[in-house]
T-cell receptor, first 113, second 113 residues
Framework: EPEVTQTPSHQVTQMGQEVILRCVPI?????FYWYRQILGQKVEFLVS????????KSEIFDDQFSVERPDGSNFTLKIRSTKLEDSAMYFC???????????FGPGTRLTVT | AQTVTQSQPEMSVQEAETVTLSCTYD???????LFWYKQPPSRQMILVIR??????QNATENRFSVNFQKAAKSFSLKISDSQLGDTAMYFC??????????FGQGTRLTINP
């Protein structure tokens, strides 16, 4: 069964460093999402992406964040200068055009020290 | 703005018992989708069940069923014959059209042997 994959599973970085989280959505899906979950809290929407552009972004998704689909398979989230409060689990999700079900990847645990 | 509320932070039942997790939501729209996601200790988000608001019939997936009360804006999840593997965080989520998922705070469910 096709699935969303994410790499790395865990990334540790120092405050102020840039990180890139990578996702490979399901191949025939057209809509892509990033969500964040701070430990012990609910899952929060960051950004949605369709047709090579951002469809919607939350207040969390400030100028430090960017997304890109550099090729036909990868979908990346970049944080330019990480802060301690960026420590969280980051989930990528995708869905196909005719459905509202979003399929989640296993997540990347980002730890900022 | 759409909101999702899960009023039970934690629940605990014995194996083989039936348990019901509560969820309420707030929206002024008429067409939307509701989901229950399971998050085991691995923190992967797994779709358990979904309900289309335009359908009156409650969704069922094996041991999982929902009680969807549209007028009351209530969407509870019933797990029958609970198993140890059902131990997880459960998140209720709402989506309007092609937009982002909005999650509740989650209910931590423990199934005891």
């Amino acid at each position: 069964e096709p699935e969303v994959t994410q790499t790395p599973s865990h990334q540790v970085t120092q405050m102020g460093q840039e990180v890139i989280l990578r996702c490979v959505p399901i191949s025939n899906h057209l809509y892509f999402y990033w969500y964040r979950q701070i430990l012990g809290q609910k899952v929060e929407f960051l950004v949605s992406f369709y047709n090579n552009e951002i469809s919607e972004k939350s207040e969390i998704f400030d100028d430090q964040f960017s997304v890109e689909r550099p090729d036909g398979s990868n979908f990346t989230l970049k944080i330019r200068s990480t802060k301690l409060e960026d420590s969280a689990m980051y989930f990528c999700a995708s869905r196909e055009g005719g459905s509202y079900e979003q399929y989640f990847g296993p997540g990347t645990r980002l730890t900022v020290t | 703005a759409q909101t999702v509320t899960q009023s039970q932070p934690e629940m605990s039942v014995q194996e083989a018992e039936t348990v019901t997790l509560s969820c309420t939501y707030d929206t002024s729209e008429n067409n939307y989708y509701l989901f229950w996601y399971k998050q085991p200790p691995s923190r992967q988000m797994i779709l358990v069940i979904r309900q289309e608001a335009y359908k009156q019939q409650n969704a069922t997936e094996n041991r999982f069923s929902v009680n969807f009360q549209k007028a009351a804006k209530s969407f509870s999840l019933k797990i029958s014959d609970s198993q140890l593997g059902d131990t997880a965080m459960y998140f209720c989520a709402f989506i309007l059209g092609a937009q982002k998922l909005v999650f509740g705070q989650g209910t931590r469910l423990t199934i005891n042997p």
